[in-house]
């Protein structure tokens, strides 16, 4: 089956303590971005990656790192996680190495910071 | 930048009435324009698109004609159901600006009674 898959799908942890959430998708796809969603502000772009060690800065890409060292993973990285950074995160993917085609999002992880 | 406006919510109608969610774009470009929907505890996923000026998207009875001397993407429906209910998210990327940015809207809950 076709699909994007996160893990973990939740998430509590503390202030500083360094994460990693998972981002696999099977379909062979070049574009891959990172999306945080929270009531009000809707779905903001944190980073993209347009094929393999090709990443950018989306609109809120502060306090995050990503890596594209392989087509299929794009993980997203919280060295120092702040209680701000508490949402519910999508990663997406498309079959061109661009924006401008059908995204494909993940079920979701939704990561609280205490 | 490019930006995204969304018909404030949340929008409550009863079964088979008409739905208009209503969505203006700014862009400097010709983006591509999508309409994603979130179903409650899912990702989103594409409802519908269109990638030029007049084209219509449709898809499950939903359809938003790509109207660029308005810079408008309205959604419509005809006569809603139940299983409507959902959060939608207008958004657009634009190849000619940024191959890789998306603009989401804040998007639009919608709930349908019987």
């Known amino acids: 089956e076709a699909q994007v898959t996160q893990n973990p799908r939740y998430l509590i942890t503390v202030t500083g303590k360094k994460l990693t959430v998972t981002c696999s998708q099977n379909m062979n796809h070049e574009y891959m971005s990172w999306y945080r969603q929270d009531p009000g502000l809707g779905l903001r772009q944190i980073y993209y990656s347009m094929n393999v060690e090709v990443t950018d800065k989306g609109d809120v890409p502060e306090g995050y790192k990503v890596s594209r060292k392989e087509k299929r993973n794009f993980p997203l990285i919280l060295e120092s996680p702040s209680p701000n950074q508490t949402s519910l995160y999508f990663c997406?993917?498309?079959?061109?190495?661009?924006?401008?085609?059908?995204?494909?999002f993940g079920p979701g992880t939704r990561l609280t910071v205490l | 930048g490019d930006s995204v406006t969304q018909m404030e919510g949340p929008v409550t109608l009863s079964e088979e009435a008409f739905l208009t969610i209503n969505c203006t774009y700014t862009?400097?470009?010709?983006?591509?324009l999508f309409w994603y929907v979130q179903y409650p505890g899912e990702g989103l996923q594409l409802l519908l698109k269109a990638t030029k000026a007049d084209d219509k998207g449709s898809n499950k009875g939903f359809e938003a004609t790509y109207r660029k001397e308005t810079t408008s993407f309205h959604l419509e429906k005809g006569s809603v159901q139940v299983s409507d209910s959902a959060v939608y998210f207008c958004a657009l990327s634009d190849l000619e600006t940024n191959a890789g940015k998306s603009t989401f809207g804040d998007g639009t809950t919608l709930t349908v009674k019987p």
């Open positions: 862009a400097t470009g010709y983006p591509s």
């Open positions: 997406a993917s498309s079959s061109p190495g661009t924006s401008t085609d059908t995204q494909y």
